[in-house]
């Protein structure tokens, strides 16, 4: 029988992805072991428990696997991490070790997508500055107050991976024009998704609204400094929920402090995000922390598709959401 190590400490985040009918579902697999911690496995502890684990599920609040670790995991076959990231968590040597890996991103995505509209949206509406011009100013400006549209907008991707890909279908009943700059991605996509390939230059200087899905590579860190920001025309809207190392974060406050665009933003250099951050006062940026993907039920989800995965490779194919060497690559 298949051993089962399960590396969530246990706990509240623990038992939000894995309730009673996954914990069913995960025990008909193998013989699964918990780790029975209010806290993370020590690299140490990890690498004695994991000496003779078949099976693997990782996630958040789990340590890294580190080339100790990986030396000490000679029975392992399949690691499930129930989450989007696994850069962070796993090292490139994880695939020259005839180790199948695969991740939860697509329940994700879908509702990052979301958040990210939900953040369009509020910029185009100027939902924040009309709240507390309500709560605050007590103030009631009537027809004085113009706010703007999304319908026949031009809007900007810069990356194109699950979320941009869900984004795209929810942008579609507002008649948007979609330019997208992804250097991965073939032109093939332009007809299948009714999209424009180009440049990141193009994109910066010809789109009413931009919206971040890059991934974080060393190619992307600080793509978008301010030699790039000062190509974004006054009153654009600039949104990201991918990831903060893509700007030079200097840069960027010093141009939202120029005024000449409004930003939503969801990730940042440092989180949480300290309290004197030049971000935290700037009245042109709707800031949300790191969450605008985070829906209960998509954890469910999440651990339901690694546990899909998992049944798929013991049956002996492929699972759907494998992660490839290249994968790992470009991935966020």
């Not at 509406?125 to 004085?144: L, Q």
């Not at 665009?261 to 250099?269: E, I, K, S």
Request: hydrophobic content about 40%.
């Amino acid at each position: 029988m298949n051993k089962i190590l399960v590396l969530h400490p246990k706990g509240y985040t623990r038992d939000t992805f894995f309730p009673d009918n996954l914990k069913e579902q995960l025990n008909k697999l193998g013989e699964v072991y918990w780790n029975g911690n209010e806290r993370a496995y020590t690299e140490e502890e990890l690498t004695e428990v994991i000496k003779d684990i078949d099976i693997c599920l990782t996630g958040w609040e789990v340590p890294k696997f580190t080339k100790t670790v990986l030396d000490s995991a000679k029975k392992l076959k399949f690691i499930g991490h129930i989450g989007g990231n696994i850069r962070f968590f796993l090292p490139i040597e994880v695939f020259d070790r005839n180790i199948v890996v695969t991740n939860a991103a697509e329940p994700m995505a879908k509702h990052v997508a979301e958040g990210t509209l939900t953040l369009m949206l509020a910029l185009l509406k100027d939902v924040v500055g009309n709240n507390n011009s309500m709560k605050y100013d007590k103030a009631w400006p009537g027809n004085y107050m113009y706010t703007d549209t999304l319908y026949g907008k031009r809007v900007g991707l810069v990356g194109l991976g699950r979320i941009g890909r869900y984004l795209i279908k929810l942008l579609k009943p507002f008649d948007v024009q979609i330019s997208v700059y992804d250097p991965y991605i073939p032109e093939t996509v332009e007809d299948e998704l009714g999209i424009k390939l180009t440049t990141l230059d193009d994109v910066l200087m010809n789109s009413d609204i931009i919206s971040i899905h890059a991934a974080s590579t060393e190619e992307t860190y600080k793509m978008l400094d301010l030699e790039k920001l000062q190509l974004i025309p006054y009153g654009t809207y600039l949104i990201n929920t991918a990831r903060a190392a893509i700007f030079d974060e200097s840069a960027l406050i010093a141009e939202l402090k120029r005024g000449r665009f409004r930003a939503a933003l969801d990730v940042f250099h440092q989180e949480p995000l300290p309290a004197d951050n030049d971000l935290r006062r700037l009245p042109n940026v709707i800031l949300t922390p790191h969450m605008v993907g985070m829906v209960a039920e998509t954890r469910h989800e999440m651990t339901q598709c690694v546990i899909n995965d998992l049944k798929l490779f013991l049956k002996g194919e492929k699972p759907k959401f494998q992660i490839t060497k290249h994968m790992y690559n470009i991935m966020a």
